[in-house]
């Protein structure tokens, strides 16, 4: 009999064994209780010497059945093998950690696997969340209830000041509970909740909105929401059905949605709505032009694919490769060396970062490479392997990738390269190609200076050529040679040579990476390098940062399919067109539950905004300093920057 989920997940309190994998050998299994909390906010399971560990189903990036982690990957031809059925992956965390866990039965698997998936996927609350998160963690609560005082305390956590309006409705809300601790006026959780709800819904600053857009009525009817959606929002097309629509689904009391209209409360949900998001929907799927040849494109590209932390130290794992995937990467990079048993590893050289089969890598570069993109992916692998190893590398690259990889060599005379969309469902390999080897290449046992001719054979998309200046490059090459260029010399050839850096990049594709000397994953600016023309400006996109969020930000467009089509004067320097200057208006409304990271002082906030482009577009402005609020800090201001 099939168990509903509500069923499934109290079972999932129960502690019952899970058998913990790290690897394919006996010594790296180990037996632990697993269960779910009863609020259902995370795993709780033993760890090392009887240790409490848990997982937060928050922190949850996906679900996976069978061996499809990297470290299930490597049990395939054990004694594991045979277990397939009963085991599953959590993959959690920023660094997407992995949990391996087999299961008693299969359907102990089945259990997990739906019960976690349905934590994941449902659609919560997430205000009503945040706002029972606080209660329990507050100081005080342990009895349920928070007096006065404690309302005080949790007030200045969340960034706000326990004055004035929030003083009378705390007051009202616990009139109406009729709670008291130790002879004071209290509220538990349920007033908790409507206190928050009230003080939040308490919006001044939609309310002036509100009154300026319907000759200060108090709520919008059908008529003055239209005309707020069609002159204020810039909508085109303004219908009755769109805003009874928006109604429908955002206005929260039921007379007024009866009669057509729209509350603060449901204003404030329209405009929190992803509808309203800055960035354009029309730019969530891929719009460009998708038949022009590779060198008119920016590419999403991952510098040190395989790493999870510093360059120096830390753990090489698969799944990095999985997230850069996720985030639309289509040029990864695999470093490649001798290891042990004639199996080819990927490894950071020189430094005490942990190693992983190359075999693995391609795995999962297979199950990946086109769940987010089916724009074609680029493997740039960098080979300081022997010739027997890179021959072994040429054989994992056939027999796990198949005819995904293109072999189509393009010929002597081409004038370009093949368009995004000639390419889609193929995977290039590029690497450093120098001449062919010939039986002897062993060099006297040193790493060979030549690649093999089995993994020559697979590249036949890029060959990247040493640079010696764009005249050189050319007279001397095709459109099928790239240029690979370290962030300072490539900032160097921007600044000093601008203009021939930009006509290079009409033809030939750039490559700019870290400079050699960075220990940490931090990342270098990028908008520079963009602004010639630059196709792969490689960041280590798995270490967050403001270089990284810009990143990030870039490659948003065009779907997120890793390609977005650069403006027509980098493409054509000589296209006048797209030059218009534009000037951009923003008016800031207001910001809510800004959370001090560094104090347990109450936030002094502002809004800076700024334009990141060509140094002549660069531009900012901020806004005043609003002083003791996180909770609801802005009044309506305005703050303007231009773009010449």
Same mark, same amino acid.
């Given at each position: 009999?099939?168990?509903?989920?509500?069923?499934?997940?109290?079972?999932?309190?129960?502690?019952?064994?899970?058998?913990?994998?790290?690897?394919?050998?006996?010594?790296?299994?180990?037996?632990?209780?697993?269960?779910?909390?009863?609020?259902?906010?995370?795993?709780?399971?033993?760890?090392?010497?009887?240790?409490?560990?848990?997982?937060?189903?928050?922190?949850?990036?996906?679900?996976?059945?069978?061996?499809?982690?990297?470290?299930?990957?490597?049990?395939?031809?054990?004694?594991?093998?045979?277990?397939?059925?009963?085991?599953?992956?959590?993959?959690?965390?920023?660094?997407?950690?992995?949990?391996?866990?087999?299961?008693?039965?299969?359907?102990?698997?089945?259990?997990?696997?739906?019960?976690?998936?349905?934590?994941?996927?449902?659609?919560?609350?997430?205000?009503?969340?945040?706002?029972?998160?606080?209660?329990?963690?507050?100081?005080?609560?342990?009895?349920?209830?928070?007096?006065?005082?404690?309302?005080?305390?949790?007030?200045?956590?969340?960034?706000?000041?326990?004055?004035?309006?929030?003083?009378?409705?705390?007051?009202?809300?616990?009139?109406?509970?009729?709670?008291?601790?130790?002879?004071?006026?209290?509220?538990?959780?349920?007033?908790?909740?409507?206190?928050?709800?009230?003080?939040?819904?308490?919006?001044?600053?939609?309310?002036?909105?509100?009154?300026?857009?319907?000759?200060?009525?108090?709520?919008?009817?059908?008529?003055?929401?239209?005309?707020?959606?069609?002159?204020?929002?810039?909508?085109?097309?303004?219908?009755?059905?769109?805003?009874?629509?928006?109604?429908?689904?955002?206005?929260?009391?039921?007379?007024?949605?009866?009669?057509?209209?729209?509350?603060?409360?449901?204003?404030?949900?329209?405009?929190?709505?992803?509808?309203?998001?800055?960035?354009?929907?029309?730019?969530?799927?891929?719009?460009?032009?998708?038949?022009?040849?590779?060198?008119?494109?920016?590419?999403?590209?991952?510098?040190?694919?395989?790493?999870?932390?510093?360059?120096?130290?830390?753990?090489?794992?698969?799944?990095?490769?999985?997230?850069?995937?996720?985030?639309?990467?289509?040029?990864?990079?695999?470093?490649?060396?001798?290891?042990?048993?004639?199996?080819?590893?990927?490894?950071?050289?020189?430094?005490?970062?942990?190693?992983?089969?190359?075999?693995?890598?391609?795995?999962?570069?297979?199950?990946?490479?086109?769940?987010?993109?089916?724009?074609?992916?680029?493997?740039?692998?960098?080979?300081?392997?022997?010739?027997?190893?890179?021959?072994?590398?040429?054989?994992?690259?056939?027999?796990?990738?198949?005819? &995904? +990889?293109?072999?189509?060599? /393009?010929? %002597? $005379?081409? =004038?370009?390269?093949?368009?995004?969309?000639?390419?889609?469902?193929? #995977? &290039? +390999?590029?690497?450093?190609? /120098?001449? %062919? $080897?010939? =039986?002897?290449?062993?060099?006297?046992?040193?790493?060979?200076?030549? #690649?093999?001719?089995?993994?020559?054979? /697979?590249?036949?998309?890029?060959?990247?050529?040493?640079?010696?200046?764009?005249?050189?490059?050319?007279?001397?090459?095709?459109?099928?040679?790239?240029?690979?260029?370290?962030?300072?010399?490539?900032?160097?050839?921007?600044?000093?040579?601008?203009?021939?850096?930009?006509?290079?990049?009409?033809?030939?594709?750039?490559?700019?990476?870290?400079?050699?000397?960075?220990?940490?994953?931090?990342?270098?600016?990028?908008?520079?390098?963009?602004?010639?023309?630059?196709?792969?400006?490689?960041?280590?996109?798995?270490?967050?940062?403001?270089?990284?969020?810009?990143?990030?930000?870039?490659?948003?467009?065009?779907?997120?399919?890793?390609?977005?089509?650069?403006?027509?004067?980098?493409?054509?320097?000589?296209?006048?067109?797209?030059?218009?200057?534009?000037?951009?208006?923003?008016?800031?409304?207001?910001?809510?539950?800004?959370?001090?990271?560094?104090?347990?002082?109450?936030?002094?906030?502002?809004?800076?905004?700024?334009?990141?482009?060509?140094?002549?577009?660069?531009?900012?402005?901020?806004?005043?300093?609003?002083?003791?609020?996180?909770?609801?800090?802005?009044?309506?201001?305005?703050?303007?920057?231009?773009?010449?």
């Amino acid at each position: 009999m099939m168990m509903d989920v509500e069923a499934i997940l109290k079972k999932l309190e129960e502690p019952q064994y899970l058998t913990k994998i790290r690897g394919p050998n006996a010594k790296d299994h180990s037996k632990s209780k697993f269960h779910l909390d009863a609020d259902h906010k995370m795993i709780e399971y033993e760890g090392s010497l009887w240790r409490k560990k848990r997982c937060y189903i928050s922190e949850i990036k996906d679900i996976r059945e069978g061996f499809n982690s990297h470290v299930f990957l490597r049990c395939k031809n054990s004694d594991l093998a045979q277990q397939e059925n009963r085991a599953f992956s959590i993959i959690y965390g920023k660094k997407y950690l992995t949990l391996d866990l087999i299961a008693l039965s299969s359907e102990v698997k089945d259990h997990w696997v739906k019960g976690l998936r349905h934590l994941t996927q449902r659609s919560m609350d997430i205000a009503r969340k945040w706002v029972r998160d606080w209660f329990r963690r507050a100081r005080g609560s342990s009895d349920g209830l928070l007096n006065e005082k404690e309302m005080e305390n949790v007030l200045r956590e969340m960034n706000s000041p326990f004055e004035g309006e929030g003083i009378k409705i705390f007051n009202a809300v616990a009139a109406e509970r009729n709670l008291t601790k130790n002879g004071e006026k209290a509220l538990n959780g349920e007033g908790f909740e409507k206190f928050i709800y009230r003080l939040i819904r308490f919006r001044r600053d939609l309310k002036q909105i509100i009154s300026e857009s319907t000759g200060k009525k108090k709520v919008f009817d059908l008529q003055t929401l239209k005309v707020f959606l069609a002159e204020r929002q810039k909508i085109k097309n303004v219908t009755d059905e769109m805003c009874i629509a928006i109604i429908d689904k955002h206005e929260v009391c039921e007379k007024f949605r009866k009669k057509r209209m729209l509350t603060t409360e449901g204003f404030r949900s329209y405009l929190l709505d992803p509808s309203n998001n800055l960035f354009n929907p029309e730019h969530n799927g891929v719009y460009q032009d998708m038949s022009q040849p590779l060198s008119h494109y920016f590419i999403s590209s991952s510098h040190n694919t395989y790493l999870m932390e510093g360059q120096l130290v830390g753990k090489d794992t698969a799944e990095t490769y999985f997230y850069a995937l996720h985030i639309g990467c289509r040029r990864l990079e695999v470093d490649c060396y001798d290891g042990d048993e004639g199996q080819p590893m990927v490894h950071h050289n020189y430094t005490w970062v942990d190693n992983m089969l190359f075999e693995d890598v391609i795995r999962h570069v297979k199950q990946y490479a086109f769940e987010t993109s089916m724009y074609p992916l680029i493997l740039n692998l960098e080979v300081s392997c022997s010739k027997e190893q890179q021959d072994r590398m040429a054989t994992i690259l056939k027999s796990h990738l198949e005819d &995904l +990889i293109y072999t189509n060599p /393009l010929s %002597e $005379d081409a =004038e370009s390269l093949p368009s995004p969309e000639e390419l889609k469902g193929k #995977i &290039l +390999i590029s690497v450093a190609k /120098l001449p %062919e $080897d010939d =039986e002897n290449g062993e060099n006297n046992g040193c790493m060979p200076k030549t #690649i093999s001719t089995k993994l020559s054979a /697979l590249l036949t998309a890029f060959q990247t050529v040493a640079f010696v200046n764009f005249d050189h490059f050319r007279e001397n090459y095709k459109c099928y040679h790239e240029t690979n260029l370290d962030e300072v010399k490539a900032k160097s050839l921007a600044e000093e040579e601008g203009a021939a850096f930009v006509q290079h990049n009409t033809k030939f594709m750039t490559r700019v990476y870290p400079k050699g000397s960075c220990v940490g994953s931090g990342s270098f600016d990028p908008v520079p390098l963009w602004n010639v023309g630059c196709h792969m400006v490689a960041l280590n996109v798995q270490i967050h940062g403001e270089e990284t969020h810009v990143f990030r930000g870039k490659f948003m467009d065009n779907g997120g399919c890793g390609y977005v089509l650069k403006p027509s004067f980098l493409r054509d320097p000589a296209d006048p067109s797209n030059r218009v200057p534009i000037r951009l208006r923003l008016r800031i409304v207001s910001g809510q539950q800004l959370m001090n990271i560094s104090t347990r002082d109450i936030l002094h906030p502002f809004v800076r905004v700024r334009i990141r482009g060509a140094p002549i577009d660069a531009a900012e402005q901020k806004t005043g300093v609003f002083r003791n609020n996180g909770e609801l800090p802005f009044s309506l201001s305005e703050s303007a920057a231009c773009r010449r």
